[in-house]
């Protein structure tokens, strides 16, 4: 897909991303048989809850989550690797499928787009490669007794980010996502990979960032305002910048607000559906979940928009059908850039 169709896609509309693929997976109830598959079988140790590996065990399940939220009306999917890293496989010891975990949901997903295209051409499909914070931050210690201590390096990031990065561009991915990022220290060592990898092989790449504000401070993890986080990223050749997870789509319309006026590039915004309950499930519904959103259109705040943890088809559906009576936000930079 070429990066001008969404360039013009982002000019004439406001783009829909999809909801989360965590809370799909949870219908299918897999087993940790399932999980393992036949590749599997004689795994060590258990491996439920790797559903980036479900891409390689379950690939029609995967293909089925992104259809779904196709035809609910996104029109860009997230492919199924948050956690696609070897830092993150460390967790199950599976860090040699990594750049094959990766290919591999790219490809699922880039097959999915094809199918939806083609059968809508008005409407091209995008694919973005999901590139997740990793479960180590690299500007904190985990170790209140030795705040001068770090668990993963900068460098080690870079590396890990730099694979995952390449394998979803082999898989076919259009726009690499670094998302629901906690510490700005790990998504710098993500765009610095990106920027390896699009330089070593003479492409341009779009690139969407998406921050995390972790509570009512209005900060990441890692103590950053909105708009700290916005300069820190901002010097990076990007397509948009934004922030999900963490918060319902109410909470986070003040740090949009922010970003918003203070930068050229496109926002986003995938909030999750609502705050949990007592059992850390989502229960907002897609209509509730639409009026608030409705808040940020009114406003004109934002580019692209979808739904993180507890959101669903339907909820995309509702998100989909509002934003069609909707103008996006003025691109000023997107029209310098698309005119390069």
Request: aromatic share 8%; hydrophobic share 40%.
């Amino acid at each position: 897909m070429s990066k001008d169709k969404l360039y013009q896609a982002l000019k004439e509309r406001i783009l829909v991303l999809d909801g989360a693929m965590g809370t799909m997976l949870q219908r299918y109830k897999f087993t940790e048989e399932d999980f393992r598959g036949e590749r599997f079988k004689d795994w060590p140790s258990p491996v439920q809850g790797n559903n980036d590996m479900l891409s390689i065990t379950q690939p029609e399940a995967i293909a089925n989550v992104h259809a779904s939220y196709f035809a609910a009306g996104a029109d860009i999917v997230e492919t199924n690797t948050f956690s696609g890293t070897t830092i993150a496989m460390a967790d199950y010891g599976m860090q040699e499928f990594v750049y094959e975990l990766n290919y591999e949901s790219a490809k699922i997903a880039r097959r999915v787009a094809q199918e939806f295209t083609e059968k809508q051409p008005d409407k091209p499909r995008f694919v973005a490669g999901a590139m997740g914070p990793t479960n180590k931050t690299a500007s904190m210690s985990p170790d209140v007794n030795d705040p001068g201590f770090r668990a993963i390096s900068f460098d080690e990031l870079r590396i890990a980010y730099k694979q995952q990065a390449e394998a979803l561009l082999d898989g076919g991915v259009d726009i690499l996502l670094v998302e629901t990022i906690f510490d700005t220290l790990n998504a710098k060592a993500a765009l610095f990979a990106i920027e390896e990898v699009k330089d070593e092989r003479g492409i341009e790449v779009p690139v969407m960032v998406s921050g995390t504000i972790t509570d009512a401070s209005g900060r990441t993890l890692s103590g950053q305002t909105a708009e700290a986080f916005l300069i820190s990223i901002g010097h990076m050749p990007l397509l948009s910048v934004g922030f999900n997870c963490a918060l319902g789509a109410n909470q986070l319309t003040p740090y949009l607000e922010v970003v918003s006026s203070k930068s050229d590039f496109a926002i986003s915004a995938y909030p999750n559906a609502g705050l949990p309950n007592a059992f850390g499930e989502y229960d907002e519904t897609a209509e509730e979940m639409a009026a608030q959103i409705k808040t940020y259109l009114d406003k004109q705040l934002i580019n692209i928009v979808g739904g993180c943890c507890g959101t669903t088809p339907e909820h995309i559906k509702a998100i989909a059908d509002l934003v069609k009576d909707y103008k996006p936000r003025p691109l000023p930079a997107l029209e310098q850039t698309a005119a390069l």
